[in-house]
C-alpha cells in the first residue's frame, strides 16, 4: 500500500478532473493516463475500492470470471468470459481478477474484488489522491469548482464516477425505522426468525438465498412480478445465483413471494407488524413478523449537482446523459462507472445495457476517454485502414468474439466508415445511439442484440448518404457468425455501402 499513500494533485487548477475510486473511475483514470491526458484523480476512499469495499453483503459478485476458456488470459478474446477485470494495454495489468481468485468459485468474493482492483491500481502506476472527499460544487466562469475535505480543485470538465451506492427507501408509513440492505445483521441472528424483505430485486433475493440456512420464514414482497434473468435472455431480472428461494416458493417451502404493496410497517412489541396490498385482487393482509429489511435499492449520491441544472430521472436518481456520457442539461460535467447506465441507448426490445456492472460499463470509460481526447483535446487517434475485402471478416469477427459486442449488447457498436477521399477506416467502438442518430460519412456497423427469448444474434447498420438501414443476421447455437450463411447475408448489407464488387474477397 505504500505507493497508495501518495498524495499527488494538490488543490488548484486542472483541465480535467476524475471523482471516484471505484472500477469505473480507475478505468477511466487508466484511459485518460494511456492516453497523454493531464487530469486529476481525486476519491473519498482510503484505497481503490468504492462500493466494493462494503458490498455485496453475502460476500460473493454476480459476475463471474472463468480462468479456463481455450483463450489466453491477456487476450481480447478472453475478456468476454472475465466480467470483472479493469481493461489494460499492457499484458502485466490485464485479466488481473483470475490471478487473485481462490478458485472455489468462478464467482469472486468481495475481498477478491478488492485486491484486484488495488492490484491494478498499483500496477499501473494510478496516481489517485485519496482520503479527498468531495463535498460541494459550483461554477465560476468556464470552470466548475470542487470543494473537498482538503481544499478547492477547479476544472472547466469534470467526470463523476462515485457509483450508485447510497441507501434509498420509499416513503411507505414505518419503513424508515428498519434496517437497509446495507445493514444486515450477521446471518445467525436470525435463527428460527420470520423476516420480511421489501424488495424483489437481486438485492432481496441475496438476503433471502443467505437466510435461508437461518430463518423459519422469508417473506419477499414488492408490486411487481419477479422476473429471472434467466427468462429474460439478459441482466434484467433476479440472477440464477439467487434463484433458490424462488424455488422453494414455488414448491411450497419456507419462503412466500408476494406481488403486493407495503402499506405500512408497525413496530410491535415482539417484532414488527407488516400490511401489504395485493397487486392481483386489491386485497389486504397483515404479517406478523421477527424483523423487516428494506431491499429497496440506491440512488445516485450527486449531492448539489442537481442544483447546478444536472437533470436526474427515476428511483435511482441517474443524471440524464448524451450518449457519450455527458450531462444532458450541464456541458462539462460527465460521468463514469455505474452512472452510465443514465445514457440508456437504443433499449431495443426493453433490454437495458449493461452499463451498471463492471463488464460493461469498463469499455465505456475507454470509449469516453477516447472521446475526450479528441472533442476536447485536440488528440488525433489513429484510425486503421481497411482493405474493402477485409472489411466483411472484420465485422463478423467482432461478432463472433468482440467483448465489447458481448457485454454491450444493443449498446456499443464496432464501426467502419467509408470515404471517398480517406478510404476504409476502423473507427472503433462508438455508442450504437450515436451512430444510428448521428451524421457522418458513409459508414458500416455491427453490434450484438438479444430480443429476450432467443440466442444472440448479429445486427448490421449501413448509413448511405445520411440513412441507416437495419439488417438482421441469424442466431447461432453456438455463437459462430463467421459462417457461409453469415458471410452471404453480411454480404448483401454492405453491397450499399462498399458496392457489389468490394464485398467479394480478393482472387
Known amino acids: 500500500m505504500a505507493e497508495l499513500a501518495k498524495k499527488p494533485f494538490p488543490p488548484g487548477r486542472y483541465p480535467l478532473i476524475v471523482v471516484g475510486s471505484g472500477p469505473g473511475g480507475l478505468q477511466l483514470t487508466y484511459s485518460l493516463t494511456r492516453l497523454g491526458i493531464a487530469h486529476a484523480a481525486l476519491s473519498g476512499d482510503p484505497v481503490p475500492g468504492g462500493m466494493f469495499r462494503r458490498w455485496p453483503v453475502f460476500q460473493r459478485m454476480l459476475s463471474w470470471t472463468k480462468p479456463y476458456t481455450g483463450f489466453d488470459r491477456v487476450s481480447r478474446a478472453y475478456e468476454r468470459y472475465d466480467w470483472n477485470s479493469l481493461l489494460a494495454d499492457e499484458d502485466s495489468n490485464r485479466a488481473l481478477m483470475a490471478g487473485v481468485m481462490d478458485g472455489t468459485s468462478y464467482f469472486p468474493s468481495r475481498p477478491e474484488m478488492e485486491r484486484g482492483l488495488v492490484a491494478f491500481a498499483e500496477g499501473a502506476g494510478l496516481q489517485i489522491r485519496y482520503d479527498c472527499l468531495w463535498e460541494s460544487t459550483r461554477r465560476a466562469g468556464d470552470d466548475f469548482v470542487l470543494g473537498t475535505s482538503v481544499g478547492e480543485y477547479r476544472a472547466p470538465l469534470v467526470v463523476f464516477a462515485v457509483g450508485v451506492a447510497q441507501p434509498w427507501k420509499p416513503p411507505t408509513a414505518g419503513l424508515d425505522a428498519v434496517p437497509h440492505y446495507g445493514e444486515l445483521r450477521a446471518a445467525e441472528t436470525y435463527a428460527n426468525r420470520r423476516v420480511f424483505i421489501v424488495g424483489k430485486q437481486n438485492s432481496g433475493f441475496e438476503i433471502a438465498t443467505g437466510l435461508l440456512p437461518w430463518a423459519r420464514q422469508i417473506v419477499l414482497a414488492s408490486p411487481s412480478p419477479t422476473k429471472l434473468s434467466v427468462n429474460t435472455h439478459s441482466l434484467v431480472g433476479v440472477r440464477a445465483r439467487y434463484v433458490q428461494p424462488y424455488e422453494d416458493s414455488v414448491l411450497a417451502g419456507g419462503v412466500v413471494i408476494l406481488d403486493a404493496s407495503i402499506e405500512e410497517v408497525q413496530h410491535t412489541d415482539g417484532g414488527y407488524r407488516v400490511r401489504t396490498r395485493s397487486a392481483h385482487d386489491n386485497a389486504t393482509r397483515s404479517f406478523e413478523v421477527d424483523d423487516v429489511i428494506a431491499a429497496t435499492g440506491f440512488t445516485t449520491p450527486l449531492q448539489d449537482l442537481p442544483e447546478l441544472g444536472v437533470a436526474t430521472f427515476g428511483q435511482s436518481r441517474l443524471p440524464a446523459q448524451t450518449p457519450f456520457w455527458e450531462s444532458a442539461t450541464v456541458p462539462g460535467i460527465y460521468f463514469a462507472g455505474t452512472i452510465t447506465q443514465g445514457s440508456q441507448g437504443l433499449r431495443k426490445h426493453g433490454i437495458p445495457s449493461n452499463s451498471g456492472a463492471v463488464q460493461g460499463h469498463r469499455y465505456n470509460a475507454r470509449v469516453l476517454a477516447r472521446h475526450l481526447a479528441e472533442t476536447r483535446f485536440g488528440i488525433k487517434l489513429p484510425r486503421p485502414k481497411l482493405a474493402p475485402d477485409q472489411v466483411l471478416p472484420f465485422l463478423l469477427a467482432e461478432a463472433s468474439r468482440g467483448p465489447e459486442l458481448w457485454h454491450q449488447r444493443s449498446y456499443l457498436a464496432r464501426v467502419v466508415t467509408v470515404d471517398r477521399d480517406t478510404g476504409i477506416l476502423d473507427e472503433g467502438i462508438v455508442p450504437l445511439a450515436h451512430f444510428v442518430d448521428g451524421r457522418g460519412p458513409d459508414a458500416v456497423a455491427i453490434a450484438l442484440e438479444s430480443n429476450g ?32 450463411e453469415h458471410r452471404q447475408a453480411s454480404s448483401a448489407a454492405l453491397v450499399e455501402v462498399l458496392g457489389e464488387s468490394l464485398t467479394q474477397p480478393a482472387r
Open 453 to 484: 427469448r432467443d440466442d444472440p444474434y448479429p445486427v448490421i447498420y449501413t448509413r448511405r448518404r445520411g440513412a441507416v438501414t437495419e439488417h438482421l443476421l441469424p442466431p447461432d447455437p453456438l455463437l459462430d457468425f463467421e459462417r457461409d
